[in-house]
């Protein structure tokens, strides 16, 4: 028997997982400075904004994709000129840096021009 999994007897050590210890909020601890607590706040809206957006702009991305893979050029271009818009957008709303949505929307021109 190893010395780091021994327990004395009548001893059993208490489980972490799942356990609160202290005050918790979804597996991580609470704030007590009320700005930080209104800082976390501000943060989970955002993030959770930033996520729909983020989502939005890979769905068009996909479809562009979707339509190479098809063949079908007209659809991809237009298809395009979409995902490119939903990029510019992500950047406008400071989701994306201007420079990652630049390459991504080479990166769809790419797609396109190689049917």
Known sequence: ?????STPSGYSAPALKGAPLGD????RPVAN????????????????RNK?????????????REAVAAGNKAEAAALAKDAKRSLDTA???????????????????ALVNGL
């Open 91 to 109: 950047v406008s709303q400071g989701v994306l840096h201007k420079n990652n949505a630049a390459n991504r929307k080479s990166g769809v021109d």
């Open 24 to 27: 918790e909020y979804e597996g």
């Open 1 to 5: 028997m190893d010395w780091r999994t």
């Open 52 to 64: 729909t957006i983020k989502s939005s702009v890979r769905t068009a991305i996909r479809k562009v």
């Open 33 to 48: 400075i009320k700005s930080q607590i209104k800082r976390n706040k501000q943060n989970e809206i955002a993030r959770e």
